[in-house]
C-alpha cells in the first residue's frame, strides 16, 4: 500500500487557471515548492497567490505548484496554509514565454498550552500562534464535551460570535483583545486576523500498479480478468488536474477511464442481460501493433421496473468528515438519491464515529420529507469506528430484507477506519460473508486527504457492487440520479472474461489496465470465484494491444521447454480467428454460471474506419498511460489524444467527453511546465 499527499480544494483561487488556461505564448509561469522551514519537504495544500490578481496555485503532493496565464511584470507572491506562518516573496519578474521559479519556505506556528481553573473545573488552553494570528482552543477536562467546545461560552465583547466552538474566529481586529465569558470568568487573549485549525496528517493510500506486460500466446495462450465497472479514479483524477496537480501514478487505473463513459453499443436481445461488441484496428500510440476492442452492454431495465429496494445508508459522521468536500457534499449528493425514492423503496441510515447508531429506522420512500430531515441533522465529530458501523447496516438490511428485492447497502465515506477491525483482510472478509445472504455493498469516496480509495475499492469488489468517487455535485448527479439503476440494481454478477489467442495471428498481447483484477486461468470456470457485476444500463469496455504475428519485436520468450512441448492444433495456421472471447456470468438469484463464446477477426480495418467507440475509449486509454507516464505508452502525447476524443465525441449531452478533453488540455499544460522546470 502506498500512502500519497494531496492537496486542498480551494476553487476561487483556481477559477481562473482552470478555465482559463492560455496557450498563446503571450504570457508566462511561476513555478516551484513550499516546503516546510524544519523538515525540508513539500508542503501539499499550500495556496501560492499573485498579489492583487485572482491568480494562484495549489501546491501538490510533493509542494509543487505552478501557476500560469500570468502577463509579464512584477508581482508580490503570497504562501500560505494552514499550521504555518504566511510567507510574502516581493519584486518577481515574469516574462512573457518564460517560467520563473519561486520557492517557498512556511515556518509553522508555535504552540502554548497552559490549565485554567474556572470554579470547579477545569479547562485546557491552548494558543496556536503564527505571529499575525492566533487561535486559541479551550478544552474542559473531566466533561462529555468535544475539545474546544463548552455551553457557558457567550459572545465575545469585540464583535464576532464563535458560535460556541472556539477552534474558528471568524473575524477580528489587529491588535485587540478577544473576549469570553466563561462560567461568569472573563478570559482575555491578544486577537489579530483569521486562522483555522491545522489539518489532519495526509493519508491518502492507493495500491501499487505494476502494469500488465506483453505476453506469448505460445507460452500463456489464456487471458483471464474479472470485469470492472468501477469508475472512481477518473474522478479523482479530476479531483487532482482541477487543483493544480498532476496525480500520483498508482491512483490512475487505465480501465476506470475508459469506464467512466458511455458507449453506443447495442441493447441485448434474448435471455442475456448484455451485448457483446469487438472491434479489432491500428493501435493509435504504437502504429505497427493492433488493438482490439470489446465491450458489454448491459441490458437498461426502467426504473419502474426495477425490483423493491431495500436500501441502508452508511454514513461516515467521524472527525475526518468534517471539510465542506465530505459530509457537506455527501448530504446534498443523499439528497439527490431521496428524490429518486420510489413508493415500494424503504431507508434506513446508519451512521459511525466513535460508535455506530441507527438514526432513522426503515422508512417508506414516499416519506421523502422524514428521511431528508434525519440527513440534514446529520454532524461530524469523534473517531472512526467503521466496521462497527457495516456490521450494524447489514444487520438492518437483514431486519428488512425483501425477497427478490435490491436489498444493498450504500457505504459514503473517506474510508478512514481507525477503531474496531479495521485491516482490509478482516473488512474484506466481513463483507463477502453479507454479500451471501443476498445483501450486496455500494461504496462512495468523499473528499482529500485521507482518501482511502484502495480500501473502498476492495470492499465495493467484494459487497457485489461497485466504487465511485464524487468529487462535487454533478458526479453526485451521475452516478445517483444519471446511473441510479446501474449503481443500485444488478443484472448479471460474476462476469469474468477469458480470451484463447491464436498462435498463427498473434506474436503477443497486453492487457490495458485490470491490473488488479487478473484471475488465474483456472478461476474461469470456478464458479464459487468472485468476479465483477454488470447493473443496469452499465456499458463495460476491455482493451488488448496485440503484436501481429511475424513482427521481430522482442517480447522476452522463455527457454524451450525440455520435457515437453506445446500441443498446437495445425489447423490454427489455416483459421482466420484471431483468438476467442468467452464469457461467464450468473444471474443475480443464481449460483451456476452460464457461458457465451465470440470468435474475432482482423479484417484489416483501418484506424480512421473504426467506431466512435473504438477511438474515444483508445484516446481514453492512452491519457491513462500519459498520467502514469507508462512504458507501454509508445508514441503517445497529449495532442494525440485530443484530437483522436474531438473526432470522436459523438453524442454528450451530458458533456462528459468535452470536460475529458478540457482535462486533457490542462494535464497537457502541466506536464510540459513540470518538464521544463526539471
Not at 80 to 95: C, D, H, M, P
Not at 210 to 239: G, M, Q
Request: glycine fraction near 8%; charge should be negative; aromatic fraction near 8%.
Amino acid at each position: 500500500m502506498k500512502t500519497t499527499s494531496t492537496i486542498i480544494m480551494v476553487t476561487a483561487i483556481l477559477a481562473t487557471f482552470i478555465y482559463g488556461v492560455s496557450f498563446t505564448g503571450t504570457t508566462g509561469k511561476i513555478a516551484g515548492v513550499v516546503t516546510d522551514s524544519q523538515t525540508g519537504e513539500g508542503i501539499p495544500g499550500a495556496a501560492v497567490t499573485v498579489d492583487g490578481t485572482t491568480l494562484g496555485a495549489i501546491s501538490g503532493f510533493d509542494g509543487k505548484y505552478v501557476i500560469m496565464n500570468i502577463p509579464g511584470g512584477i508581482y508580490t507572491l503570497t504562501s500560505v496554509t494552514i499550521g504555518y506562518a504566511k510567507q510574502k516573496i516581493e519584486n518577481v519578474v515574469v516574462i512573457a514565454d518564460s517560467t520563473t521559479t519561486v520557492d517557498m519556505t512556511l515556518s509553522r506556528v508555535k504552540i502554548e498550552s497552559e490549565e485554567i481553573i474556572v470554579g470547579s473545573d477545569r479547562y485546557q488552553i491552548e494558543k496556536h500562534d503564527a505571529g499575525d494570528e492566533m487561535k486559541i482552543t479551550l478544552d474542559k477536562k473531566d466533561r462529555s464535551q468535544p475539545s474546544g467546545k463548552s455551553d457557558n461560552i457567550a459572545e465575545s465583547t469585540n464583535g464576532f460570535t464563535s458560535d460556541g466552538d472556539l477552534s474558528h474566529f471568524r473575524k477580528g481586529r489587529p491588535g485587540g483583545e478577544s473576549t469570553y465569558m466563561l462560567d461568569g470568568v472573563n478570559i482575555q487573549y491578544p486577537y489579530c486576523g483569521y486562522y483555522s485549525p491545522p489539518p489532519p496528517p495526509n493519508t491518502e493510500s492507493y495500491d501499487r500498479i505494476y502494469e500488465n506486460r506483453f505476453l506469448s500466446p505460445d507460452d500463456n495462450p489464456l487471458s483471464t480478468f474479472s470485469i470492472d465497472v468501477d469508475a472512481a479514479s477518473y474522478s479523482n483524477t479530476r479531483r487532482f488536474l482541477n487543483q493544480g496537480a498532476l496525480p500520483p501514478a498508482d491512483a490512475v487505473r487505465i480501465e476506470e477511464f475508459i469506464n467512466y463513459f458511455d458507449y453506443d453499443y447495442p441493447q441485448p436481445d434474448g435471455d442475456v442481460p448484455f451485448s457483446i461488441t469487438t472491434e479489432v484496428s491500428d493501435c493509435p500510440w504504437k502504429a505497427d501493433h493492433r488493438l482490439l476492442h470489446i465491450g458489454l452492454q448491459g441490458k437498461n431495465i426502467p426504473m419502474e421496473s426495477i425490483p423493491p429496494g431495500n436500501l441502508v445508508f452508511l454514513l461516515d459522521v467521524s472527525g475526518s468528515m468534517q471539510s465542506p468536500d465530505k459530509l457537506p457534499l455527501l448530504k446534498s449528493a443523499f439528497k439527490l438519491l431521496v428524490s429518486q425514492l420510489r413508493e415500494n423503496d424503504r431507508v434506513a441510515i446508519v451512521v459511525y464515529a466513535g460508535a455506530s447508531g441507527l438514526v432513522l429506522p426503515s422508512t417508506p420512500g414516499y416519506q421523502k420529507e422524514t428521511i431528508i430531515n434525519a440527513i440534514e441533522r446529520l454532524h461530524a465529530g469523534g473517531s472512526t469506528a467503521g466496521a462497527a458501523g457495516i456490521r450494524l447496516a447489514y444487520e438492518t438490511a437483514k431486519r428488512n430484507f425483501i425477497k427478490k428485492g435490491n436489498n444493498r447497502v450504500i457505504l459514503a465515506t473517506d474510508g478512514d477506519f481507525n477503531v474496531g477491525v479495521s485491516s482490509d483482510e478482516e473488512l474484506t472478509r466481513l463483507i463477502e460473508e453479507k454479500r451471501k445472504e443476498g445483501v450486496f455493498l455500494t461504496v462512495l469516496g468523499f473528499g482529500t486527504g485521507n482518501l482511502k480509495d484502495s480500501k473502498m475499492e476492495k470492499l465495493a469488489d467484494k459487497g457485489n457492487g461497485n466504487y465511485a468517487y464524487i468529487d462535487n455535485i454533478l458526479e453526485a448527479k451521475k452516478i445517483l440520479v444519471n446511473e441510479l439503476g446501474g449503481t443500485l440494481f444488478t443484472i448479471a454478477k460474476d462476469v469474468k472474461i477469458q480470451i484463447e489467442f491464436n498462435p498463427a495471428r498473434v506474436a503477443a498481447y497486453r492487457l490495458v489496465g485490470y491490473e488488479n483484477r487478473i484471475l488465474a486461468k483456472e478461476d474461469f470456470n470456478d464458479d464459487k470465484k468472485d468476479a465483477g457485476e454488470i447493473g443496469s444500463g452499465h456499458s463495460v469496455t476491455a482493451l488488448y494491444e496485440i503484436i501481429p504475428a511475424g513482427d521481430n519485436e522482442w517480447i522476452g520468450k522463455v527457454d524451450r521447454l525440455k520435457y515437453q512441448k506445446p500441443a498446437i492444433d495445425p489447423k490454427v495456421n489455416e483459421s482466420s480467428e484471431m483468438l476467442t472471447v468467452k464469457f461467464r456470468y450468473k444471474k443475480p438469484d443464481e449460483d451456476k454460471s452460464r457461458k457465451i463464446e465470440v470468435p474475432v477477426f482482423d479484417r484489416e480495418t483501418r484506424l480512421k474506419e473504426t467506431s466512435d467507440n473504438f477511438r474515444f475509449s483508445a484516446a481514453a486509454a492512452e491519457f491513462g498511460m500519459l498520467l502514469r507516464d507508462s512504458e507501454f505508452k509508445g508514441d503517445s502525447d497529449y495532442d494525440q489524444v485530443i484530437e483522436m476524443a474531438n473526432r470522436a465525441k459523438g453524442r454528450d449531452s451530458e458533456g462528459y467527453r468535452a470536460e475529458f478533453i478540457r482535462l486533457v488540455k490542462l494535464a497537457g499544460e502541466l506536464s510540459k511546465v513540470v518538464a521544463e522546470w526539471r
